[in-house]
């Protein structure tokens, strides 16, 4: 089976922008969540999807990150306008249900500038 | 919060040595699972651990649960170059999502 896909693979944007990173899960996986690495340190939840539903957006670290998932399938987060803090790398993941484990995608390594 | 603390945070061991990281959670843990991180790369799942004590093998990786269902370890036996990268657990309580510890870098020195 194809894996999670994540791009852009790299993005460099100036503070106050706006980025939008896409994350395909694997066909079939209800959940998908999205991570951040920033400066090495722990990974942190942002959010999580079952479908289309926001299951859990207690990680979400402000009003300036909107998740979307469209019809259940690929997912997008929108950092706007984004802040030097929000660089680092943002994971997609997804799974069946618990107990699984999850796939990561390759990340999505931001810079704002 | 939920918090997942593991250590030590980097280890630097010569080819053929063991290696141990060690994950201690502030709360009783319903599952925890295991990820590894190569350099420039994405975590992937090697392991999840259930019931009280369990411990599991995977070749030369051995996974530990605590009895009481608070703390793991990951243990390497005989490092090879290939084992480099970054370990990480990561703990559920109930239904609830996946928190990741802070990982531990292992180098190994051929």
């Known amino acids: 089976e194809a894996g999670v896909t994540q791009f852009p693979s790299h993005s460099v944007i100036e503070k106050g922008q706006t980025v939008t990173l896409r994350c395909d899960p694997i066909s079939g996986h209800d959940n998908l969540y999205w991570y951040r690495r920033v400066m090495g340190k722990e990974i942190k939840f942002l959010l999580h999807f079952v479908k289309e539903s926001k299951q859990d957006e207690s990680g979400m670290p402000n009003n300036r990150f909107l998740a979307e998932r469209t019809g259940g399938t690929y997912s997008t987060l929108k950092v706007q306008p984004a802040e030097l803090e929000d660089s680092g790398v943002y994971f997609c993941?997804?799974?069946?249900?618990?107990?699984?484990?999850?796939?990561f995608g390759s990340g999505t390594r931001l810079t704002v500038v | 919060g939920q918090q997942v603390m593991q250590i030590p945070q980097y280890q630097h061991v010569q080819e053929g040595e063991d290696f141990t990281t060690y994950c201690n959670s502030s709360?009783?843990?319903?599952?925890i699972q295991w990820y590894k991180q190569r350099p420039g790369g994405h975590p992937v799942f090697l392991i999840q651990?259930?019931?009280?004590?369990e411990v599991k093998k995977q070749k030369r990786l051995t996974f530990q649960f605590g009895e009481a269902k608070k703390n793991s370890s990951l243990h390497i036996t005989a490092t090879q170059t290939t084992d480099v990268g970054t370990y990480f657990c990561?703990?559920?309580?109930?239904?609830?999502?996946?928190?990741f510890g802070t990982g531990t870098r292992l180098t190994v020195i051929p």
């Open positions: 993941a997804s799974s069946r249900n618990a107990p699984y484990g999850y796939t």
């Open positions: 651990l259930v019931k009280s004590g």
């Open positions: 709360t009783t843990l319903s599952n």
């Open positions: 990561a703990g559920r309580t109930g239904a609830n999502n996946l928190f």
